[in-house]
């Protein structure tokens, strides 16, 4: 369930093992394929219950007006949108992506909707942020960190660049915590999900990739460990959807 | 009893949204960070801990340590004593405190005096004419419920004075408590001229 550590030559990219420098690269084909139906097929695939997830995770960051957000993996750029509407004019939010489709996409879609004044958007890697200690009052990534090659890197890096008071938010798919709902997510997951992806977006092998980062990522307390490891405070994590999906918070003090 | 945590976060994003319309609650919240204050509901079992910092409060359902202070009551009373308007309450309205009394007392003022912008908060949500109107509206209705409570307090108390005889005027019992004292003074008046005229 966890990633390989530091020195270890090889990592997980779904149930592969892959070489570490060959994930980020791996990733990337993957997002640049789905890109152009990433939104549709994140409808798709939770029946809508994305937006009520990212909704909470929004409402949970109490972000306020003024305040600066770095939205790491912003993908398409539903929680920076949120985001920029609660900080107002005089607020921050930085979109960033480590996958140029993405972000362009996601770039594309804030300004359609008119979010554009208090937005900038940067391709960047989470395991290195090119971001002065202590630049961000609230730092999220959603559905992001599980195809992140160095996790703990990440945290760190999140944990660096939070102001005292600040808060990390991570939204990510976790372990069902409802008895029963494992075996049916499972059937969903291998099954329909990777059917759904040649259907929609012609590419059965990304949304297979998907089902299998899931499986691999950490799971709800083990995140948490990473967290207080990375040097976050009062960490805790809240299940969604009977643990399908997680919301992690650590605040940095 | 713990609350699953889902709902734990829907009722802590509920109680941030009701503090973030007022700045100086916020400001109240960020005076408070670094203590703990832990509440359980005795009559549902259930026990959770408020963390304040600058953008709200945190809500948690164990601490590591002990929090530095720990209510216990019923949710009514709870809910009296939280928005009871006066913070001296917190003293009085049968809960159980453990720990720091002042920090309560400091939690009891951080809700009572929010002064909520309800139009404000409302804008954003759903417009600014539909705010405006809904504003208004609830203010016309809550100033209609504090004067029909107003008035049947008074009507009550009128029909259990006149009507019933079950309750006296004040100025009875005013009247009646003087002609106590006043007949308390005479007895010592006159058990002390007694003990003077035995004396001699």
Known sequence: MTDQTSQDDSIDFGYEQVPRGEKVARVGAVFDSVAGQYDLMNDLMSFGVHRLWKHF?????????????????GGTGDLAAAMAKRVGANGLVVLSDINGSMLSRGRDRLADRGVVNNVACAQINAEALPFADASFDCVTIGFGLRNVTDKPAALAEMHRVLAPGGRALILEFSKPQIPGLSRLYDAYSFNVLPRLGKIVADDEDSYRYLAESIRMHPDQDTLRDMMETAGFARCGYYNLTGGIVAVHRGFSV | MKLPSALLGALEIGINQYLSGDSEA???????????????LTDLDL????????????????????????????????????????????????????????LAQGFARMFQHVDMDLEDWLEPRVGEMPARFLGQALRGASAFARRAASTLSLDTAEYLREESRDLVHREEVADWTHAVDRLRADADRLDARMRRLQNK
């Open chain 2, 26 to 40: 916020l400001k109240r919240c960020a005076a408070l960070q670094g203590r703990s204050l832990a509440v359980h």
């Open chain 2, 47 to 102: 026990e959770f801990v408020f963390l304040p910092h600058a953008n709200g409060l945190q809500l948690v359902d164990q601490l590591s340590d002990a929090a530095d202070v720990r209510l216990s009551a019923k949710l009514p009373v709870f809910a009296r004593t939280l928005f009871a308007g006066d913070e001296s309450s917190v003293l009085g309205a049968g809960l159980r405190i453990e720990g720091d009394v002042g």
């Open chain 1, 57 to 73: 995770t929004v409402q949970l960051s109490a972000v306020r007006k003024g305040e600066r957000v770095l939205d790491l993996a």
